[in-house]
């Protein structure tokens, strides 16, 4: 299916080629909508950004880059489009509403500095946020309602994949550290008088806690000996480490089970919903372009020469449905990506 829709877009972005003076600084164009040099710019400066070490691609490797990031842009276009006829356009307020929430993680000032300081161009930026909301959207209120998963087939998925609702015995566990043995001792004591892992940072505020769950083949041998003989609700000795002081009190000793039907539910609705988004996306895709007249325009194959790109733009689709089901708008980790 994707190698079928992959041929599909590439016969479309060569149905028309638009070398018109109006047109200089759009890459392309979708049933009319531009997408500019600009957008593609900044999507290959993330990909950039987000390299480990320095970044001295081949030709052939930054033929396929651009080539991606331009097909994944017109599937964006044709996804803010089909939203837009179904009157469920992202609007605005959702776009303001959704970079609210990502100013909230940052202080006063801080997110401007961090846009500054990675090279992200605001507008830039808020074109991708809405592209993503779009995206999610779509997922949610259009190719959701179209999947069904009926009882017979959830039965059936828990049977063949059994192995992967067996859970290994593991236990639960209070790691308490602090900067020396004695206080160390005594919030334990007092977390054994009073149960409340609240308190102790309350009573003692050098003292740091943590609850985590550990699967018994994956602790560590200082752990394995410090729990050995314990049962729930019991504490270990004090151990000391170069970070400090810490103890374990044993909550919970859970045996190696499998999930039963019911449990595994949610678990095996998750698996087939995704398998049948991609199913139903790969047909929205299809359709969408057959019916979809994209064209680009020279001056991106002049533009793509000059920088030894290519005289082509090859998209790979198997890297547009990896990023639709991704891609997540975040100044965090210099891509477009919501955080």
Known sequence: MLRTICMVLILALFAGCSGDSDDIGIVARVNKAPIYLTQLEFQHDQFQADSIGSYAPSVEKLRAEYGDILADLIVQELVVQDLVRRDMAVTDKEVQEAEDVVRADYPEGAFEQVLVEEYIDLKSWRRQLKYYLAQKKLFQHVLRAQIKIDYKEAEA??????????????????????????????????????????????????????????????ISAAWRSALEGLK????????????????????????????????????????????????????????????????????????????????????????????????????????????
């Open 157 to 218: 998925y828990y049977r063949e994949h059994i192995s992967d609702f067996y859970l290994p015995e593991s236990m639960r566990i209070l790691v308490v550290r602090g900067p020396s043995r004695e206080l160390v001792v005594k919030a334990v004591e007092k977390f054994n008088r009073d149960r409340n892992q609240m308190n102790l940072a309350t009573a003692f505020g050098e003292v740091e806690t943590r609850e985590v769950v550990v699967r018994e083949g994956r």
């Open 232 to 339: 729930p609700g019991q504490s270990s000795d004090v151990l000391t480490d170069r970070l400090g002081f810490e103890a374990l009190v044993l909550l919970e000793r859970s045996e190696a089970k499998v999930l039963a039907p019911a449990q595994a539910y949610p678990l095996v609705e998750e698996a087939l919903l995704e398998s049948k988004l991609r199913d139903v996306f790969d047909v929205w895709l299809t359709d969408n372009l057959a019916s979809a007249k994209i064209t680009v325009s020279e001056h991106l194959l002049a533009e793509a020469e000059e920088k030894s790109v290519a005289k082509s733009v090859e998209p790979d689709m198997s890297a547009i449905q990896e990023n639709m089901e991704k891609s997540n708008p975040d100044t965090s980790n210099s891509a477009a990506s919501e955080k």
